[in-house]
């Protein structure tokens, strides 16, 4: 998978996208860290509000973040009060040293030689991410996989939930996904104007997908996750994250053939 999450100096601010499985995946690749992190664990701040997000934070860093969300809330729904960030690290395939270092970007949430409060950790981690409230998706595109992603998402998450639902074949307009009625793609800077929608997914055929993310900026999305094989053209500001299943069977096939490659 290929991400995009913005950082200066990044070449996605100058309005370029990367090709799909351009970028490292997210689990385990170096980041190029600024060498003024400090390690997270040095102090007790659980009590006070965590530091404002500092300037520049890797990608691959924020990338992690939803990762050790995820271990997180599962730690705690089995009662865990005090994690480590050792706990962490079994949990996310991630070095302790990894996850402390991305943690110290937003500020020190534990103690040393104690670990972090679980939930303190899981509201601070919720709320850097933004994702202490709904935020809103729509997505452009309800053939078979819109159509999947849709079903996925209404069924399983709150925080991020796809709210609105575009396509452009007459067929499809007016049928329902999830209880979303399938909206006309003509409607849909108005509808995300009004909705204030800044997050999107783009599911159409890769000859669409440019004059759908066109569109989607003008209405006033900045992050767009996109599952076309094509490479968009974006405005600076706009991230793109690109998704291509094809790619990274591709690579995987790398592992299992029959022959080791030589040279
Ligand atoms: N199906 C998969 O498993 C899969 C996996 C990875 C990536 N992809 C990619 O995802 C995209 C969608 O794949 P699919 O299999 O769902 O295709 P699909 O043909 O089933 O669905 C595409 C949908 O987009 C709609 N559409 C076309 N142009 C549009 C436009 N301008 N505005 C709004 N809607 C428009 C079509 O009416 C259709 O309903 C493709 O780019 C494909 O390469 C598909």
Do not use: W
């Not at 799909?20 to 170096?30: A, H, I, T, V």
């Not at 309800?142 to 639902?165: E, F, K, P, Q, S």
């Not at 209405?219 to 706009?238: C, D, E, K, R, W």
């Amino acid at each position: 998978m290929a991400a995009r999450v913005p950082d200066p100096g990044d070449p996605q601010r100058t309005g370029r996208s990367p090709g799909p499985g351009g970028e490292p995946g997210p689990y385990g690749e170096p980041d190029g860290a600024p060498g003024s992190a400090v390690p997270s664990e040095a102090n007790d701040d659980s009590r006070v509000a965590a530091a404002p997000a500092p300037a520049r934070v890797p990608d691959v860093a924020i990338r992690r973040l939803p990762v050790y969300l995820r271990a997180l809330e599962e730690l705690r729904a089995e009662d865990h009060e005090i994690v480590s960030s050792a706990d962490l690290a079994a949990r996310t395939g991630y070095s302790s040293e990894q996850i402390r270092k991305d943690l110290a970007y937003f500020g020190a949430f534990g103690t040393r030689g104690v670990g972090y409060r679980c939930d303190v950790l899981v509201d601070r981690l919720r709320h850097i991410l933004g994702l202490d409230r709904e935020v809103p998706i729509a997505l452009v595109g309800a053939g078979h996989l819109g159509t999947a992603l849709v079903r996925y998402n209404r069924t399983r998450h709150r925080d991020v939930r796809i709210v609105a639902v575009f396509d452009s074949d007459p067929g499809r307009i007016g049928q329902e996904i999830e209880g979303l009625v399938i909206q006309p793609a003509e409607a849909m800077e108005a509808v995300i104007r009004e909705a204030g929608i800044k997050l999107a997914v783009i599911a159409v055929p890769a000859a669409a997908a440019q004059e759908v993310a066109r569109r989607l900026v003008e209405a006033g999305v900045t992050a767009i996750l996109n599952f076309a094989p094509v490479s968009l053209q974006v405005p600076p500001g706009v991230v793109v994250q690109n998704v291509d299943l094809t790619l990274e069977l591709q690579s995987l096939a790398y592992y299992i053939r029959p022959e080791p490659a030589t040279g």
